[in-house]
């Protein structure tokens, strides 16, 4: 069989995202195989496995509904990494050896949330499947690096600033994130965590902090709200809606009143709702941009509106330019 089509036609834009943060490479028990250029890793299937490992990733088999069954081939084997086997008893093993897909590590003033204003750690991980239309950080769905948890770790702890905020892309999406929240969270670090909310953010360390970032209409990826996270949010984690237009403002005040988000910030069982205009974003090489909203829109519709919310500016934007890398 030519599998030729299914590298063009991926059913899953989550994993296609993640292949192309990861070096891959795929074989067959036929023979086929195909390599990214700078393909280093190779992960093996056989016959229709229900999962396939990228990396530290693991997600479901892309080409299973394309592939024939293919004999001769044990199912066991399919998802192996060849030539970086799991250590044998994997419970044990030290989860600072653990890796992950890293953009970048700077030390900077945090921007949003109501931690705004504190000098704060980011770390921030290859690859994210979703692409908003006012993404301002197109470059962290693909570039970057591997690196082990011990290093991000120290890496952090040599800025010797307690605060640290892990964001992508998508942070969630790598399964070892999880594991550096831990070891992040047992060194006294205060961690928050900027997810999209289409991650489970149940696994997170109870220690940390999550920001959910419900998305709207106008972000376009609204339809991948896992809303089943709403019921896990905790009395410091907060919630935030980035809103492109009035139909947006206008959805994120009846998705509060819905989910009862200010009835919980007054029981203490959540820290904040935030609201934030988007800015102006141009096209992109994988997002579609966005016009922004006036922040003074956002403020004024607030304020008629009486509404229990508090508004936010993406501070960094403000003391540097908008497209500044790094801060």
């Not at 010797?160 to 831990?182: H, M, N, S, W, Y």
């Amino acid at each position: 069989m030519d599998p030729s089509p299914g590298w063009r036609n991926w059913q899953t834009r989550q994993l296609e995202v993640l292949v192309g943060a990861i070096p891959w490479r795929f074989e067959s028990s036929s023979g086929h195989s195909r390599e990214a250029p700078n393909g280093a890793s190779r992960v093996a299937f056989q016959s229709s496995p229900e999962t396939v490992q990228f990396g530290s990733l693991m997600q479901p088999n892309p080409l299973q509904h394309l592939m024939p069954t293919c004999s001769g081939a044990k199912a066991a084997a399919a998802g192996t990494v060849l030539g970086t086997p799991a250590p044998a008893d994997s419970a044990h093993a030290d989860p600072r050896t653990g890796t992950v897909r890293l953009n970048e590590i700077f030390h900077s003033i945090q921007g949003e949330s109501t931690w705004a204003g504190a000098p704060c750690v980011f770390v921030r991980l290859t690859g994210c499947p979703l692409r908003c239309t006012y993404c301002d950080t197109e470059y962290a769905f693909r570039e970057g690096r591997t690196a082990t948890l011990g290093e991000i770790v120290d890496a952090v702890l040599a800025t010797g600033c307690p605060l640290v905020e892990l964001t992508g892309g998508e942070p969630l999406a790598q399964k070892r994130a999880f594991d550096l929240i831990r070891l992040l969270c047992d060194r006294g670090l205060t961690v928050l965590i900027e997810t999209s909310g289409a991650m489970d953010i149940s696994p997170c360390d109870e220690r940390s902090i999550r920001i959910l970032d419900i998305k709207t209409p106008g972000s376009g990826e609204s339809a991948r709200n896992l809303w089943s996270n709403i019921a896990n949010l905790r009395a410091r984690d907060e919630v935030k809606f980035v809103l492109t237009d009035r139909a947006d403002y206008e959805w994120a005040v009846a998705t509060i009143a819905e989910r009862g988000l200010t009835e919980r910030v007054q029981r203490g069982e959540l820290g904040a709702i935030l609201m934030s205009a988007a800015w102006a974003q141009p096209k992109g090489l994988e997002i579609a941009g966005c016009p922004g909203l006036s922040p003074r829109s956002l403020a004024e519709w607030i304020i008629a509106d009486r509404l229990a919310v508090r508004m936010q500016t993406q501070m960094h934007k403000i003391i540097w330019e908008p497209q500044t890398r790094g801060v």
